[in-house]
Structures are given as structure tokens and as C-alpha cells.
T-cell receptor
Framework: NAGVTQTPKFQVLKTGQSMTLQCAQD?????MYWYRQDPGMGLRLIYY???????DKGEVPNGYNVSRLNKREFSLRLESAAPSQTSVYFC??????????????FGAGSRLTVL | TQLLEQSPQFLSIQEGENLTVYCNSS?????LQWYRQEPGEGPVLLVT?????EVKKLKRLTFQFGDARKDSSLHITAAQPGDTGLYLC??????????????FGKGTTLSVSS
């Protein structure tokens, strides 16, 4: 099925370890996003890539880096994980479907725990 | 900074009851979307409203976009246990183009018991 695929689905890290979350979409979308979801906080944008070759900071970029490897893939890296980065991470992609209608397709999420 | 305030945060009702979820802002949005998220899954789009005053129906769900495009509501008639989930509204800032990130509300957790 077409969609957004995230790996890994679950990960436990120790404080200070690094890791990369992978995301790939097969819908030929130009734009890709990384969000984190915490209880009571909703979805907060970490980084996004409007098109291949560009990346921009979102609301909560500190402690993260991203790479838009090609049109399909957008990875999120934690260089030195901290307990505050314990969260569920969602990758999404989009194509403008009409005037002001930027519809997001989300992956199933990656649950990260930092001890 | 554009914000979307969603209310209520939690809603627990019996099967067959009606409910309304609200999404409000002081800012104008070019469009507003509603998503539903089930545990362990990513949010899935329910509807997009674009025109001020627009009303869209999806079976027992009715979505309305305010005339001034600053607010929206989701009304569910005769709720069923299958409606249980997290409902999120998301606004596209005015002048939205491809790649402009949506602004999400904090969500409404709905629990419908039989």
C-alpha cells in the first residue's frame, strides 16, 4: 500500500546515545515533515522539508538534525539523546491538493524512550 | 504565532449521545483540516474545509468552518464506540503553499462506551 514508512517503530536509548529515525514515502510528494507528539501537547513540528534539497526548522528543532536524502526519504537524527526527547515521532508528507489544502499523510510513528 | 485552541480536551460519553468539538483561533486560516488518530497509529485525514461558512458531512460527522475562517467545529451525531479516538484540528496559515507546515491543536480525546 502507498504511504509513509517509518523505522524503527520502537527504540530505547541511554542518555547521550545517538540514533537516526528513517522515513520514506512512495507518493511522489514534494514536502516532508517530522513531528513529535507528547501527552497534552498535541503535534509539534520539529523540522520540515518543503522540497528536495531544502530543510527548515519548526517549533522545536533543538537537539535534532535532519537530512532530505532524496525526494522519497527524510531522516531525523538525535546526536546526543536526552530524557526530554522521549516521545512519539511522526513523519508525514504532503502535496498541495488545492487552494490552501496541504493534506498530510502520516506514518505509524516511532516510539522513542530515552533513559 | 498562530495558535489553535481545541476544546474540550477530554470527552467521555455513552453510545448514542451527540457531541461537539471546537477549534478556535484569533488568526485567519486559508483552510482547516480535521484528523482522527487511533492508538498506535498516525493521524488520518477526515476532512478539509476551505471556504468560510462551509459545512461538510461525513456520515454522522458534520464539520463547519467559521465565516471568518478563524474557527471550526466537529459535531458527531449518535456516537458509537468506533468513534473513540483522538481528534485533531489543523490549520493552514493564510497564503499557504506547498511545504508550509500546518498548525495543530492539542487534540480532543473522545471515549464512547457502549
Amino acid at each position: 500500500n502507498a504511504g509513509v514508512t517509518q523505522t524503527p517503530k520502537f527504540q530505547v536509548l541511554k542518555t547521550g546515545q545517538s540514533m537516526t529515525l528513517q522515513c520514506a514515502q512512495d507518493m511522489n510528494h514534494n514536502s516532508m515533515y517530522w513531528y513529535r507528539q507528547d501527552p497534552g501537547m498535541g503535534l509539534r513540528l520539529i523540522y520540515y522539508s518543503a522540497s528536495e534539497g531544502t530543510t527548515d526548522k519548526g517549533e522545536v528543532p533543538n537537539g535534532y538534525n535532519v537530512s532530505r536524502l532524496n525526494k522519497r526519504e527524510f531522516s531525523l537524527r538525535l546526536e546526543s539523546a536526552a530524557p526530554s526527547q522521549t516521545s512519539v515521532y511522526f513523519c508525514a508528507s504532503s502535496e498541495v491538493a488545492g487552494p490552501g489544502a496541504n493534506v498530510l499523510t502520516f506514518g505509524a510513528g516511532s516510539r522513542l524512550t530515552v533513559l | 504565532t498562530q495558535l489553535l485552541e481545541q476544546s474540550p480536551q477530554f470527552l467521555s460519553i455513552q453510545e448514542g449521545e451527540n457531541l461537539t468539538v471546537y477549534c478556535n483561533s484569533s488568526s485567519v486560516f486559508s483552510s482547516l483540516q480535521w484528523y482522527r488518530q487511533e492508538p498506535g497509529e498516525g493521524p488520518v485525514l477526515l476532512v478539509t474545509v476551505v471556504t468560510g461558512g462551509e459545512v461538510k458531512k461525513l456520515k454522522r460527522l458534520t464539520f463547519q468552518f467559521g465565516d471568518a475562517r478563524k474557527d471550526s467545529s466537529l459535531h458527531i451525531t449518535a456516537a458509537q464506540p468506533g468513534d473513540t479516538g483522538l481528534y485533531l484540528c489543523a490549520g493552514a496559515p493564510r497564503g499557504n503553499q506547498a511545504g508550509t507546515a500546518l498548525i495543530f491543536g492539542k487534540g480532543t480525546t473522545l471515549s464512547v462506551s457502549s
